[in-house]
DNA sequence: CTAGGTTAGACAACGTGGTTGTCGAAATAG
DNA sequence: CTATTTCGACAACCACGTTGTCTAACCTAG
């Protein structure tokens, strides 16, 4: 990270006349990318009833999944203890996004599933992002953001998306 | 954020069989990019003498600038308390990569600034960064990475990078 | 069938980073 | 000179993560 402390590098034209990026600039754009399309989405889903969703919801509602998972199950996703996994569903049960029900083969799991509101957020959210996808579509225009897209997934070459983002900023 | 609750959207071909993407895997794939280029990062500032660095303090640090700045200037600019500024400096002063010194001018002020060894880790930093996206250079062509710069640039338009990153993800 | 080990979830104590509120000292406006 | 603002420090509090412990339930050997 650096701007002002740039190492201007040995001799030859600046990268920059030569319409390259500095490696910094490349990785504070691709996040704030990610955060333009994060905060429009909450935005939107705060117009649209879902006002009390964060950005880390959605990473949670993702490591549910559609057939639901336990506390333990989901801490181990989300890369947290199953004690705050646990803390973090008693929100999300207390605003109606999901529901803890008990399992009939094993009475120590709870199963967590996620309630018609959670459903409702996430086919509003891929609607929300697929808009948000159609404009950067007009600005580039369709076949620019089409290779765009293929590079950015070569670059990001993983099948699966790391979830465990709680904490994964945090200072020590 | 859906996979599995995708909006399979009103006929004609799907999305994927054109080439294109389902909107919320570009926001996740701009994040992977993002946290791939911030884990090598912080891997290679770790085997260079800075292992208590945490992505975090790059914010940070580009906040303070070369010029140095106060506690409550720096927390204006990364959209917190002065009080939590100042804790996030307490810290670094303890690693040894910020001062505080008295403003002859002006009794009230601590003038927070880089040591050394601060600027030590801006340049690699800067450095590392560049050798990530020369690899990038590689793996996608010169000109594609050129192209693919050029159109992060005009989705993220903006000059000035948002730094108020803590607390943004969080639950409340 | 039972004994021992393992697993899920609840509960408590604690640490870290954020918050607000208050205060005194220094600068500044009138 | 006085009144107001601003900076930094200190304290209380809160959100959210951690570890440790405990009980109930399951599973597997013998």
């Known amino acids: 990270m650096s701007s002002e402390y740039r190492t201007e590098a040995r001799g030859e034209m600046p990268a920059e006349a030569r319409g390259e990026m500095p490696g910094y600039e490349v990785a504070l754009r691709l996040f704030q990318g990610f955060r333009l399309m994060i905060d ?3 935005a939107e889903l705060a117009r649209q009833g879902h006002p ?4 880390m919801h ?3 509602f993702q ?6 998972t336990t506390a ?4 181990r996703r989300l890369g947290v203890s199953k004690q705050a996994a646990g803390k973090t569903l008693d929100g999300l ?3 109606g996004y999901v529901v803890r029900e008990s399992d009939p083969r094993d009475a120590r799991r709870k199963v967590v599933r996620l309630t018609e509101r959670g459903v409702d957020s996430l086919v509003r959210s891929a609607r929300i992002f697929d808009e948000i996808r159609a404009r950067w579509a007009v600005a580039l225009g369709p076949d620019r953001l089409r290779a765009f897209e293929s590079d950015l997934r070569t670059l990001t070459p993983s099948e699966m998306f ?4 709680p ?3 945090g200072s020590d």
Do not use: K, N, Q, T
Not at 63 to 68: E, L, Q, S, V
Not at 72 to 75: F, S
């Open 40 to 42: 429009e989405l909450h």
């Open 52 to 55: 009390d969703l964060r950005p």
């Open 58 to 60: 959605g990473f949670v």
């Open 63 to 68: 490591a549910i999944g559609p057939d639901g």
């Open 72 to 75: 333990v199950e989901l801490g």
């Open 93 to 95: 049960e207390r605003l």
């Open 162 to 165: 790391p979830l465990d983002v």
């Open 167 to 169: 904490g994964w900023f």
